[in-house]
Each structure stands twice: as C-alpha cells, then as structure tokens.
C-alpha cells in the first residue's frame, strides 16, 4: 500500500495524502479525517516518531528562478529577502535556465534540502501541469498564473500579461503607429511572453491589423538577445515602433537602433514591459509597463506565510499595472501636420 494507493482509493490528490499523513497544514478536516481512516483501514503504516516528523522538512523556504539574466526576477529577489523572516525562514535560490523546468529542479531540492515551502519566480504553466503534482510542500509562484492548474497546494500572484500587452499595443497604435515590431519571450510555452504576444494581436485586431511573422522576432529576455532581435527587426521596412516584453529587451534594442544611426523617438519609437529602475536611468527614458514588483512579491510571501502558519488554502491574485509614458515614445504627426 503506497500514498499513491490511497490517493487513488481517497479520491483525494496525492499532496493531500501526503500532508494528511505527515500532520502537515492545508489540509481540511474532513479530508483528513477521512484519509487518515482509510489508512488505518487498509493497513498503511504510518511513521508517528515525533523526531523523524521533525525531520521531514526543516524550517528554509526555497525560490526557483527561471531565467539567469531576468532583472525583473533579481529585483523581486531582493525584496523577497526583505520581506521574508529570514530568521525563520532561511532562503535558499536557485536559477534554471529559461528552457529548463523548474519544477523538477524543485523536487530535486525539496529532496535535498527539505524545506518547509516552495517559491516559483517564473516558468511555462505546461511545467507545472505536467509534474507539480509531485510536489506536497505549500508553494507560490509569482508571475506565472496558476488558478486553472487546480493544485491545492500552489498558490500564484501575477500581473494581467494580456490586458497588459494591449495597453503597451493600444498606447502605440493610439499614437499613430501601424507598422510595429515585436520583440517576443518563447512563444511556444504558456508562460507570460505567449500571453504578451496575445494581447498585441487583440489590440492589432480591433484596428483592423495583423502582426506579420517577420515584424516578430523572438529572443531571450537579455540585453544581447534584444540587441540581436532589433537588427533583425530593423530588415523590416517601415517600422516606426518596436515593443519588446522585457525591459532588459527593449533597452538592448535601443542600443542597437543607436548603433545604426537611428533617433528614439524621432525615427522609431520603443516600448518595454517590467518598469525596471534601470529604464529611468537610460537616455532617453524608456516608456514601459510597469509591473509592481514590491506588491507582486509582498502578496507571494503573505500567502505562502499564511499557508505555512495558519493553514491557509491555495490563493491565486492579480495585481495591477501601469503605463508609464517617458521619453523613448512619441506621436507620429497626421497629413495636416500635427500629432495623432
């Protein structure tokens, strides 16, 4: 008789089997009741010396990243550190590439460190379907959304990326742009570059447009990568914007539209996603979407805190963004001579 046994037979999932056994919070008592029943009843046997309960998780919490060059991802870093009681919590990070999948990386570490709960900065929701269930820690993951994964025990705070993506679009279109180019996260996941990529096209519909493919190049969220992608964007004729889903994207496009001699935002306009500091810093001033970083990791620590310390059952919240119009944006002047 395994937990996967009595997971079956329970009809409960096998993170709640597994909580119910070990005495673990975010379990209900009906749930638990009933598990620990049938447990009994089918002669599990269940391991009740109190030092190797103790053992099961020490008190650290562990963070993933997905993405090694992700400002965005380093500056929630920071603030999970402020913000989580370290000396109760001991923060462990740990990076994966963005192809990699960070919850096998996850259960590998809840394996070797046995931490008490689990935050996720990023990564393709496929990922999360695929073996999160594998998991039993209480987690969060920030950015990406998990309300339709139906796990228990993870939790997820995130910005609206399609709503979002449409303001970035609608902001440029508004200004009289038409011919704009995209710089994309991996369109072939269904993380946030894929949900950025379907609010530009709900934007270009209601105007009557599309985005062709070669007015899209896709990249790394890294300054090289926005670089690379620009140049290719810019074998386009034509373009008079460019959005990038990263601000580390869209300042490496600028770089690029400088090296070839083009003005911003005279000759080509551009728009980033995050509002990272950085962006404010640059010449000129990016416009951008500005993610609430503060707000997006206050929210993840207070629900993983919650389900660690009070039993607290999985939540799933969006929190609100902002355009921020600076100077690497303008209007294209209409036929009469004045701007759109």
């Known amino acids: 008789m395994t937990i996967k046994d009595l997971a079956r037979l329970s009809g409960y999932s ?98 070797e460190k046995k931490p008490a709960g689990l935050l996720f900065l990023g990564g393709d929701r496929r990922m999360y379907a695929k073996s999160f269930g594998e998991i039993t820690l209480p987690s969060v993951v920030l950015t990406t959304d998990a309300s339709r994964l139906g796990f228990d025990n993870l939790s997820s705070v995130t910005t609206d990326d399609v709503e979002a993506a449409e303001c970035a679009m609608e902001y440029l279109l508004e200004s009289g742009h038409r011919r704009i180019g995209v710089i994309a996260g991996d369109l072939s996941c269904s993380g946030p570059s894929r ?90 001033k990016l416009t951008t979407i500005r993610q609430q970083a503060s707000l997006l990791v206050d929210r993840g620590v207070a629900l993983l805190l919650g389900t660690l310390e009070r039993g607290a059952v999985a939540r799933h919240e969006t929190v609100p963004f902002t355009l921020a119009v600076r100077e690497s944006t303008s209007h294209l002047p209409r036929k009469d001579g004045t701007n759109s």
């Open 195 to 284: 949900l950025r990529y379907e609010g530009c096209l709900l934007a270009l519909e209601r105007c009557g447009l599309t985005l062709p493919d070669e007015c899209c190049a896709t990249a790394r969220y890294a300054f090289q990568d926005g670089y690379d992608a620009a140049l290719r964007l810019l074998e386009q004729p034509g373009l008079t914007a460019i959005f990038a889903m990263s601000d580390v994207m869209a300042i490496g496009a600028m770089r690029a539209l400088h090296d070839r001699g083009l003005r911003i935002p005279e000759d080509i306009s551009v728009i980033g996603f995050d509002g990272l500091e950085l962006g404010e810093f640059y010449t000129p």
């Open 14 to 111: 096998v993170g709640t089997v597994s909580r119910a056994l070990n005495g673990l919070p975010n379990v209900s008592e009906q749930a638990r009741s009933a598990i620990l029943a049938l447990a009994q009843e089918r002669g599990y046997q269940l391991n009740t010396n109190a030092k190797y309960l103790k053992q099961i998780h020490s008190s650290g919490i562990v963070a993933v990243v997905t993405g090694t060059s992700n400002e965005l991802f380093a500056q929630m870093i920071e603030r999970i550190q402020q913000t989580l009681p370290t000396d109760r919590y001991p923060l462990t990070v740990d990076y994966v590439d963005e192809n990699e999948d960070p919850v096998e990386r996850a259960l590998h570490l809840s394996r």
